[in-house]
């Protein structure tokens, strides 16, 4: 890594030892604190897959995507550079500038430092969103996103995509995840646009400091499909990390996000149409664990993957409520 940074920065440029970020799960991310030759000190961040990876994403896509984010207003970290070449460090990566602040979820809930920034979040975060649904999804460098089937809503076309990558790889049966996709499939919205979709926005998936949010990151499930999808995700059970009366990210209730991305936005909601994709996010983590698991089992990655397959039935008796109360 040094090497590299070494001959995209020029001579005189010294790197510290890299270091391995802990978190993400999916992703290899290492911090690279860099000295040039005239003195000035910055720090950079390197995502890579790791070896072995069951969810395969592309870098050079998440790359082009931060780029139209950045375009767009939506507060991402700046890109500085790609490389395609698997033969330098083993994957594909990208290297950007690092935010400084928290991503932790139950720190960022929990910790005293931030209760000003808690309490502007919700709004920032719907403004953000906003800004993620308004980029242009017919932008030539993202023709790489995978789109909605033209013979199907883009809510058929996500229950579908997780559905067979269920019935993939589940090492054993899942009777309530099954049960998930015969609700979806019955209630499925027709959606009032398609937009590009961040596809994990989500506490854990942003950086905050004390004056609230400063980038939305971890964008490798992008696609493009109904907006509404991000807004049912954020309100997933698990990402609430214990705050379960503040149901929208663990920072308030639904309905202030819903109204504060209304505003940023600039349009009407349906609120049942959200309460679907809450459904579906629920079941979409229920079988990422699963692939996690699966990654683990395959003797790739670590402890980290093994313990979210475990997780699985959290989802499953969260289902079983969400479907009950319609």
Known sequence: MARHVRARLGDGVSVAEPKRLPGGASRETWLLAVTHADGREERLVLRRDPPGHVVESSRAGEYALLEAAHAAGVP??????LEDDAAVLGAPFFVMEWVAGETIGRRLLRDERL??????????LATALAGVHGIDPNRPALSFLTRPDRESSP??????????????????????????????????????????????????????????????IDWELAHVGDPLEDLGWLCVRSWRFGNDDRPAGGLCARERFVA???????????????????????????????????????????????????????????LLDLMEAV
């Open 115 to 124: 209760a000003v920034a808690r309490d502007r979040l919700p709004e920032q």
């Open 76 to 81: 991402v970290p700046r890109m500085r550079w």
């Open 155 to 216: 809510a058929l076309t996500e229950v579908a995509r997780y559905r067979d990558v269920l019935r993939g790889i589940a090492p054993d049966p899942h009777p309530t995840l099954e049960l998930a996709v015969r609700w979806l499939e019955r209630r499925a919205p027709a959606p009032q646009t398609t937009t590009v979709v961040h596809g994990d926005f989500r506490i854990g998936n942003v950086i905050v400091g004390e004056d609230g949010l400063r980038a939305v």
């Open 260 to 318: 504060a991305y209304e505003a940023a936005r600039g349009v009407a909601v349906d609120r049942t149409a959200v309460h679907w994709w809450e459904v579906f996010g629920n079941f979409k983590w229920a079988v990422v664990c699963i692939m996690q698991a699966q990654t683990f089992l395959g003797g790739g990655g670590n402890v980290e993957l093994a313990a979210l397959g475990r997780r699985t039935a959290e989802m499953e008796l969260e």
